[in-house]
């Protein structure tokens, strides 16, 4: 039985990266609902009667059991003296009814089926097949492509895009769905399956397993004409177990309609939606043209029709892929496999034009921004125009369309980044680069991104011109310059006993509950850990006090109490009689479990374990309802895991990842994706509340209920028809310490997760945010002593004017905002600095060292530099924050090669390690300037001066400067972090 449920849950849970890709929201819930009935199987399954037998019976003396039993014959009055566990035994397989008797194997076997229902008609209609070669293929190269959307080299850099467009791969994918529907008719029948069966069950277990579980408290058998007594089966418990499955089969067969009408009404899917509307939006463009005659849905699509609306199978994944990861990426692979798709997308009266050290680029809107991607709900559309190499002065240019069409700039620099607005609708668009080097050949490409994934993608070639006098146009694209592009995106050992039993349940508990991803990790802050930490706590307890499950050992034994033994307890109204009736003492100690314990000790150690389970089902369910996880891993893969392993190398050593990250398009998506709602804020917000509420409710109950239950006495009384009986056995004190550390554990919860709403809602209580918000202050403070008349003092538009893009990315954005907190959390402020950096160009410059100057003679290079605003502005505010800047020279010279200047507390700097007088600051009026002195230079060699600002050992911003050799002037040539 440990084999099954491991098996079981190992099935629900365990689905192939195929499988998960195509998995919405009701199938999630469905995976949890089955995960549950299996975790109360498993809870149950050491009860089951026909394991251990659990009755003990008692020969009916005098008329005790008169009219318990379907007889009329005369109850004997002598005890036949049959073998005691004969009787049991016998009683057992003749008068409990079946449905107790089989119980938990019912549980595990009604999960059996609807896990067996699934992979059934998976595998009866080779659907997984078909499931496999279109995410292998298709859909995993668009969720996991590693390599940003431009980032490609004119020198002829492999893309996987190309390689995947001009090769045979969407033709072979197209052409296995061309003929049957298999994959629709097995979700369809695989669906109205499971609804089918999850009706019979729910009818089954009200019809059934009530009047069953419902029967009076004992069990009354006749063997061969004598009548016996039994007591022992968990019938209450039960009870209580039933009316949880009939609650997850009730929402499980929600699930299932849901699905049902959501197959049958495709206006209930976000995909199918839109791509009615394309449809009727192309019509009325067919009919608006007088004179033309009526055309077919096959002609007014082109390939569209086959490929989606007439093709039920890839109809079905696609919408099941915009259900699961969003609707860009299955529009991504309709324009894979449609070239009139692809084209509309690409941008109209596109050309490019190079003069001298200069190009111009000129397009209009494509045409399925207003035929279709502006009729999906909240959308997002940035063009970007990108050169490759990128000049010293500019590398991307951005378009931003806000959902109102509104002009919007969007602010996402790389190595002199240039921003444009998104003009009205349907005009022409231009972008400019400049510092071009005659003898380079450029890449300039466009790319169309919604909702943060790349749809298409258009490229031209910059060849090296003759001659600088004459303009030169770009040829038309061949398939070699021109093509799509494709988005960068990222998208639970059981052995049964009566005791190992509850451990295989919490070592199942304890891997859900620590068993994080990466992603989940990185911006899991203190208070989660411990509430994490809290939790395995409850789990350990309740694996600790699962050997003594009185349910399971009864562990009471009990005495007659005689009239000089005891006294009868208050609230018995019973003469005590003077003689021993004689009882079965196993009889008698099952009886006495079932009717004079109290139900709180009886259940306790499952009261653990269901506890925990019920918050971890809390936060996986929010997590899984609001896609909050696909949010936070797009997040963590494109930029956090890149910041976190590059930001804290030592100084000295760069890595070319960060300035490729800070040069690409992956910023941009990211700053898209999060532009739109506070998915992740609202279901952090919501699962904060209901934990806590759960678990004050938890905590209230204890109080209230579990209490008063274990402060009885030592001995517990029982009236057994009349007779007075005194037991003991019950560890009722080893559950009084129990439960107190129970309450601390719940206490401590909920206080983590009350901390936790207050720093949702109360900037000041969290570092990053807490900076930030003195950041912001200072800043409205010094724009309103300047009294400049070109802020508008008033709300939002003055924090807008003041802030810049920083007020979009950070303050105005609930979803950014909170993930930058919880990472300062979890990895200091420095990472989460790192990545503003990355988004604000101004905030990055001022970030940087200022006042550079240079000054070289033939072996000695002179470098004068002061502190960055934001050093005065913010970090120094930092208590945890340690500031320090280092100077590099590459190549190395012979002799020193790197200084570092760490800045104190006070604003004071000095240097380490640092060679000559260069220890020494120079104090102007407004701040102080740092001196270095590199020496040992080799007069005709170039040298570069890299300059960063160091907070807690990662770098924030990067500061190059080229050095020319002695017998040129020292200039400038890129400012990049």
Known sequence: MASLGNALVSKILGHSAAEKAFRPWWDNVEDFLVYGLVMLGLIVLPTAIINGTPLDCNFCQRDHCAGKLDTNRTEPH???????????????????????????????????????????????????????????????????????????????????????ENSKIALEVSHSFSRGSNYFLSYLLRTLCEFIVATGLLAWLVWRGFPSIQKEEFIYCDVHGFHYECAGHP???????????????????????????????????????????????????????????????KQLLGELYE????????????????????????????????????????????????????????????????????????????????????TPTSAVVAFKMSEDKSQHISQVDGSGVELEPLNNFGISRKAHYYDLDPTKEYVIRFCIIVNGRAIARRSEVLKVQKTTDNDYKSPSPSPIQSGSDEATSSLPNQEWNSGSSMAALGDTLVNKILGHSDAEKAFRPWWDNLEDYLIYGLVMLGVIVAPTAIIISTPLDCTFCSRS?????????????QEDPGYNTW????????????????????????????????????????????????????????????????????????IELENSKTILQISQSFSRGSLYFISNVLRTISEFLVALALLLWLLYYGLPSGRKGPSLYCDVHGYLYECAGHPQQFYMYVLAVVIILIAGYMLCCLYNILWLHIPQMGNLSGLMHKYKKRLKRKARADKSEAFNDKGSVFDKQVLGELHNIYYNNRDFKLLLDLLAQTS????????????????????????????????????????????????????????????????PTSSKSVFAFKVGDDGASYTINAVGDSETPITTNECKLRRTIFTGLEPDVEYQIRACTVINGRAIARRIEMVPSSQKDVTTIENIP
């Not at 915009?322 to 084209?343: E, H, N, P, V, W």
């Not at 033994?565 to 019973?574: I, Q």
């Not at 060292?849 to 502190?867: H, K, Q, S």
């Open 565 to 577: 033994g005891c006294e009868v307890p208050s609230g018995m109204n019973l003469s005590q009689p």
């Open 828 to 891: 200091g402020i420095a990472p989460a600095m790192r990545i503003l950096t990355l988004f604000d160009k101004e905030f990055r410059d001022n970030s940087l060292p200022a006042d550079f100057t240079m000054n070289r003679d033939d072996t000695n290079l002179e470098i004068y530099f002061g502190d960055p605003p934001t050093v005065k502005d913010l970090f120094i505010e930092a208590d945890e924050a340690s500031v320090t800047y280092t100077v590099e020279i590459l190549p």
């Open 78 to 164: 002598e005890d036949p003296g049959f073998n005691a566990w004969w009787v049991k035994k016998y009683c057992t397989f003749t008068s409990v009814d079946e449905f107790i008797l089989y119980f938990p194997y019912i549980l595990l076997i009604m999960a059996l089926v609807i896990v067996l229902i699934e992979r059934v008609f998976v595998r009866m209609f080779k659907a997984g097949l078909k499931l496999d070669t279109f995410y292998n293929l298709l859909v995993k190269e668009s969720l996991e492509c590693a390599t940003p959307v431009g980032e490609v080299t004119a020198e002829g850099v492999t893309e996987t895009i190309d390689d995947l």
């Open 307 to 390: 490929i989606y609306y007439n093709n039920r199978d890839l109809k079905l994944l696609l919408d099941l892929l915009a259900q699961s990861s969003g609707i860009a990426i299955s529009i991504r692979i309709m324009a894979l496999f449609d070239k009139k798709f692809r084209t509309k997308s690409e941008p109209m009266d596109f050309s490019v034009t190079r003069s001298g050290n200069e190009a111009t680029v000129v397009f209009s809107d494509p045409r399925t921004v207003k035929e279709f991607f502006l009729k999906i709900p909240h959308v997002s559309i940035i063009y970007t125009l990108e050169i490759t190499p990128p």
């Open 235 to 297: 019938q209450q418990f039960y009870m209580y177990v039933l009316f949880m499955v009939i609650a997850i089969i009730g929402v499980y067969l929600l699930c299932c309609f849901y699905n049902v009408i959501w197959i049958f009404f495709p206006q209930m899917g976000v995909l199918s939606s839109v791509m009615n509307e394309y449809r009727a939006e192309l019509r009325k463009q067919a009919n608006a043209k007088k004179g033309a005659p009526k055309i077919s849905d």
């Open 587 to 658: 009889w008698v100690k099952k009886y006495c479990t079932f009717t004079a314990m109290d139900e709180f000790i009886i259940y306790f150690p499952y009261i653990l374990l269901i506890m925990a389970l019920l918050i971890v089902f809390i936060e996986r369910m929010f997590v899984r309802l609001f896609k909050a996880g696909l949010k936070l891993t797009m997040f963590y893969n494109l930029l956090v895991k890149e910041t976190l392993e590059t930001s804290s190398v030592p100084i000295g050593k760069e890595i070319s990842n960060n």
